[in-house]
């Protein structure tokens, strides 16, 4: 009894297995059936925020979102941040990052740090184009972009505070290897 109730499971997960193989070989087509072959199997990493790759707006964007999120718990201060943004910098601004042996210049002071850092807060930073962007000539080396940025407090226990979205003008400027954000201030 046992046995053929045994062959009967055999039976029965033998021939799932082979349904299930010609299932997903009748989802695989050919280039005779008309589809075409979508996809690679190529090993290469995509970055998508490679600075060589991103253009003006892109640059500033993911910058700035670079510079605006802090890590207060293990940051000296907001300028380790800023040295966390350095593949997207260029000009004065990457110089000053380059050349600094203590802390980088810091942002605007914020009275949360040490609040933040006491309660293991993280920030994290989205920006987007603002559309007060003056509009910029074809060809331009530097543009102005504007940012605008909305930190969100990142509480150890789980939760989540948004803080009201900010705007920065900044500048971009086109390298050999790509735009680099040369140049940001805040927007009142």
Known sequence: MIRKVAMRFSTRLLISGVLSVG?????????ETGSEHVGSDDHVRIDPLDPT????????????????????????????????AR????????????????PAPTLRPDQEW??????????SASCTRADSTPAAPEGMR??????????????????STPRAPETWRTTATRTDDGWRLTGFRYQQ
């Open 23 to 31: 299932v997903v070989l009748a989802g695989c087509s050919s280039p």
């Open 53 to 84: 790759q991103l253009g003006a707006e892109d640059t500033a964007t993911t910058a700035m979102g670079a510079i605006l999120s802090w890590q207060p718990a293990v940051d000296e201060s907001k300028s380790d941040a800023l040295r966390r």
């Open 87 to 102: 593949p997207w910098l260029g000009g004065d601004l990457a110089v000053a990052v380059d050349q600094a042996t203590g």
């Open 114 to 123: 040490l609040a933040w850092r006491e309660s293991g807060a993280a920030v």
């Open 142 to 159: 530097t543009v102005v972009i504007d940012v605008t940025c909305t930190q969100t407090v990142l509480h150890a226990a789980g939760s």
